[in-house]
């Protein structure tokens, strides 16, 4: 087991008991305490009881991630969504400002009892007594209420034994949040990775303007992490800290999803002109190779799959996949693909058409990426998928296999 | 204290976040049986947010122990786009002096269908019990 602490960039959670069939979710980890901590405290409780019960929520889900309690049991996920097992967590609540600044200065700090290493598994009580097992909210409140602060509060729940204990801020192994406060006038290699980082996002938050990848913290980039600041709700200050960069690379890892979905190979060929029905298990083909980017481009739109591995292989994730798909579309889900279940998915993925690739063309503009000569031999460069240029359709005209268009 | 609130509608689409601008944002407010009473039609900016809007809430006492009357009002949004899906979310909480940010996810139209064909995405907003 990891002896080492760690807050990390994001968390999967489960949107049901854990052994119902309800889908995963991936989400940042400071957005998951913003979700439970307003989906179960009043914003109009006093401060102290935010507080304590806001600590308490970060110690227990840190418990849960940093012990693998769910993975050691076979799961795919860290936490479930339901109060009998973890935390109640709602997809669609609704986030108090006030808590949500609490979180960005509190996510990083949780308690353990002395001696141990681990976060406190801190458990909470629906009974309003304020002597029970485990944390009251009322409880907590009454107490706020009558001039307790947070510590007086989490030790007369949790007892006299335990520790305040700010987690090493390391967010995971592929990104290390600056130990000091990124300002104006810093400069470093972490300056630049903020300037950067705010330039992509520009792209598509064009309110943000652009800056200069100096490394030095200069007055525009102040302006620039206004900007980003304002959008994502958190304080404003133009001072890159533990919260500002939380949600910098979140952002920015999120955007990076789309990028990810450009063919690496020359574009698809018109699925419109011939649809290869009956598509199943075991087979392996430039059809299944599209299928999984469509399904994986859908997804991204709906998340209602785990990318799938681009390898033109129909095996089970596959079939899982076009099955979910065809559940929440209310088509028999069989796995098989069916000329309704193509006629849907190309109607879905038209739909999200614009939007993907107009992100892929403002990346791509970005970094120069050159898609290569089309094989059907037009311009080298082009902002769009490449389109099949098609052939001219009348009267007698027939499809055959293989694009060619027949005559009667 | 006072007796009103703020909300912010924040409208994204995909996993990606990406800002959905000029989306009409409808609040509501219902009580009960009546027709809903339509308190404003704002559109987002091209960040997809809407400027905070001042509501009302019930007169409230700060602090007080196991409150079953713990001060908010209840709203309704309708958010619409001609290139997504309708959204429609119930019961969304407002609190005296507090800012309600209210993030809402479009999934995008196919180019053949309107509004008129897409399934409104109605969610509602569960009640704390405390």
């Not at chain 1, 308490?56 to 479930?80: C, E, M, P, W």
């Not at chain 1, 029970?132 to 949790?158: K, V």
Request: one cysteine or more.
């Amino acid at each position: 087991m990891n002896e080492i602490t760690y807050i990390p960039t994001s968390i999967r959670v489960h949107l049901g008991p854990p052994d119902s069939p309800a889908k995963t979710v991936t989400i940042s980890f400071v957005d998951y305490i913003k979700n439970i901590a307003c989906s179960s405290l009043h914003p109009t409780w006093c401060e102290a009881a935010l507080r304590a019960n806001i600590i308490a929520q970060i110690s227990f889900t840190l418990n849960r991630i940093q012990t693998q309690y769910y993975k050691n049991r076979g799961y795919d996920f860290h936490v479930t969504s339901v109060p009998e097992f973890d935390q109640t967590y709602q997809p669609m609540q609704t986030i108090f400002q006030n808590i949500s600044l609490l979180v960005d200065e509190l996510f990083n700090t949780c308690i353990r009892c002395k001696g141990f290493m681990q976060p406190l598994l801190a458990r909470f009580s629906d009974k309003t007594e304020i002597n029970c097992n485990g944390l009251s909210r009322p409880g907590s409140q009454s107490l706020a209420s009558n001039g307790s602060d947070y510590w007086d509060i989490l030790t007369h729940y949790f007892g006299d034994h335990i520790e305040l204990f700010n987690e090493t801020h390391t967010l995971d192994v592929h990104s290390f949040a600056p130990n000091t406060l990124l300002q104006e006038g810093s400069t470093g290699t972490n300056v630049f990775a903020v300037q950067s980082m705010l330039n992509q996002i520009a792209l598509v938050y064009p309110c943000i303007p652009s800056v200069q990848e100096t490394g030095l913290f200069d007055e525009t980039t102040v302006n620039a992490v206004q900007h980003f600041q304002e959008i994502v709700h958190i304080m404003v200050d133009g001072i890159v800290g533990k919260a500002t960069w939380h949600q910098l690379i979140c952002v920015h890892l999120n955007l990076n999803r789309i990028t990810e979905l450009a063919p690496k190979k020359p574009p698809f060929i018109p699925l419109s002109l011939h649809k290869p029905l009956a598509l199943s298990l075991g087979a392996k083909s430039q059809e299944v190779y599209h299928l999984q980017h469509i399904l994986n481009s859908l997804s991204l739109f709906d998340d209602f799959i785990e990318p799938l591995v681009l390898d033109g292989v129909f095996g089970d994730r596959t079939e899982r996949a076009v099955i979910l798909f065809q559940e929440k579309n209310e088509i028999s889900a069989t796995g098989i693909l069916t000329h309704e279940t193509w006629d849907r998915l190309l109607d879905q993925y038209d739909g999200i058409q614009d939007r993907l690739y107009h992100c892929h063309a403002l990346f791509f503009k970005q970094n120069a990426y050159e898609i290569p000569r089309s094989q059907f031999g037009r311009s080298k460069f082009t902002t769009q998928t490449m389109q099949y240029p098609g052939t001219p359709l009348y009267l007698g005209v027939r499809d055959t296999k293989g694009g060619g268009a027949l005559w009667t | 204290m006072s007796s009103t609130g703020t909300l912010v509608v924040r409208v994204v689409t995909s996993l990606a976040q990406l800002p959905v601008s000029d989306a009409t944002v409808t609040v509501l407010m219902r009580n009960g049986s009546e027709a809903p009473r339509l308190l404003s039609i704002s559109k987002t900016d091209s960040n997809g947010k809407t400027a905070p809007l001042v509501l009302k809430t019930p007169d409230t006492h700060n602090c007080l122990v196991p409150a079953k009357h713990v001060a908010y009002a209840l709203y309704e949004v309708w958010i619409e786009h001609p290139n997504f899906c309708m959204a429609n979310i119930r019961n969304v909480p407002i609190y005296s002096d507090i800012e309600s940010i209210q993030e809402v996810n479009l999934r995008p139209l196919s180019r053949s269908k309107t509004n008129d064909y897409c399934a409104v995405n109605a969610k509602e907003i569960p009640l704390l019990d405390l």
